[in-house]
């Protein structure tokens, strides 16, 4: 099994910065995509940024500029630094990865279990 582990959530005000952090462990051959997504009560859960395993990023129209992904491929973790942060960024944030626990298996979507960002004077 993949376990993430995010941390670096919390109440930031408007214009303020947080950079948030995600650890996978585990029986993990190897780890392709890794993103963060976010979710709002009543609403679905939508996508922030993703990032693949070669550094190519993808960015949500709402996020860009303001946001970057970046991973640590050794450590098998991804970051995302928000900047300028709204309070329409205020969300629970998860860490998604897509990985595989053997050569021949498919990859598998696993998810944290989400860390809360509040953006409000």
């Known amino acids: 099994q993949v376990q993430l582990v995010e941390s670096g959530g919390g109440l930031v005000q408007p214009g303020g910065s947080l950079r948030l952090s995600c650890a996978a462990s585990?029986?993990?051959?190897?780890?392709?995509?890794m993103g963060w997504y976010r979710q709002t009560p009543g609403k679905e859960r939508e996508l922030v940024a993703t990032?693949?395993?070669?550094?190519?990023?993808n960015y949500a129209d709402s996020v860009k500029g303001r946001f970057t992904i970046s991973r640590d491929n050794a450590k098998n973790n991804v970051y995302l630094q928000m900047n300028s942060l709204k309070p329409e960024d205020t969300a629970v944030y998860y860490c998604?990865?897509?990985?595989?626990?053997?050569?021949?298996?498919?990859?598998?979507?696993?998810w944290g279990q989400g860390t809360q960002v509040t953006v409000s004077s």
């Open positions: 998604n990865a897509r990985a595989r626990i053997t050569y021949s298996g498919g990859y598998i979507d696993y």
């Open positions: 585990g029986s993990i051959f190897s780890i392709s995509a």
């Open positions: 990032i693949t395993r070669g550094a190519s990023t």
